[in-house]
């Protein structure tokens, strides 16, 4: 009997070692049945109540669903972000691409082997062809108005749950989980370091759930997704529909 061990050990040897590179990384998945990107929904949308957490209003927040569309090697990726149990999350990431912070981006980091595991990009450095490709993974979005890098809190929502829980991994079973295709925020060890770097799922990955924040899936473009190398730039980021849900900070 083959054992199973050591490609689940090695998975997690990965994550380390992502982890003290420094780079944000995050593994999220997608429904294997997409779901089409024009659905709305009608349940009541979650808004973080946390407000002791440093900077917490001043964060762009998505109230419902909106769609993305990346384009890498010329082939679109239709994106479904879910602002009902990721407003945060799933706001800072529209707000990026609003921003045109993600078009010329490069993905540094594909891990295929010994198992399909993600596809992360987003550092803003990666726009730079001469910037070192040893150092990518490091950076994050510096906001204009403050100088600094913005930064997000860790945010999972547990399933059945009328709001998500902030700063702090859980092990319950989150709403939004790693299925393959699935797109997740990237983050350093310390729970409140994401920023802009962002991964795909490239297969389910359980093993993740309530440690790093999903907020979206893949619903058209998988094959494409499944495709990414190392080293591809995304052309451009775009969104293609509810735009009106994400609010921004007064």
């Known amino acids: ?3 199973k061990f050591p490609q689940f050990f090695v998975a997690w040897l990965i994550i380390f070692a992502l982890i003290l590179g420094g780079c944000t990384s995050s593994i999220e998945s997608s429904n294997t049945s997409p779901t089409s990107a024009a659905t709305t ?14 900077g917490m209003k001043d964060l762009p927040r998505l109230e419902g669903k909106a769609t993305v569309v990346m384009t ?7 994106i479904e972000l879910d602002g009902i149990n990721a407003p945060i999350t799933a706001g800072n990431f529209m707000d990026l691409v609003q921003k045109g912070v993600y078009n010329g981006l490069v993905f540094h980091r594909v891990v295929r082997d010994p198992q399909p595991f993600v596809a992360q990009g987003g550092d803003p450095q990666s726009k730079d062809p001469k910037f070192p490709a040893t150092r990518l993974g490091t950076g994050g979005y510096i906001d204009p108005k403050t100088g600094s890098e913005r930064r997000i809190p860790l945010e999972i929502k547990p399933k ?10 859980i092990t319950d079973k989150p709403e939004l989980q790693h299925k393959q295709g699935a797109i ?8 409140d370091s994401a920023s802009s770097q962002f991964y795909f799922a490239l297969a389910d990955l359980s093993f993740l759930d309530g440690n790093y924040a999903v907020f ?10 499944n495709n990414i190398k190392q080293g ?3 052309e451009s980021a775009k969104v293609t529909q509810g735009a009106e849900n994400l609010k921004s900070p007064e």
């Open 1 to 3: 009997m083959q054992l």
């Open 72 to 78: 890498v090697n010329g082939a679109p990726i239709t």
């Open 41 to 54: 929904s009608t349940q009541t949308v979650s808004k973080p109540t946390n407000e002791s957490i440093p």
């Open 184 to 191: 997740a925020m990237a983050r350093s060890q310390m729970p």
């Open 160 to 169: 059945g749950a009328n709001e998500p829980i902030y700063s702090q991994t």
């Open 216 to 225: 979206g899936n893949v619903t058209e473009g998988f094959d494409v997704v």
């Open 232 to 234: 591809d730039r995304i």
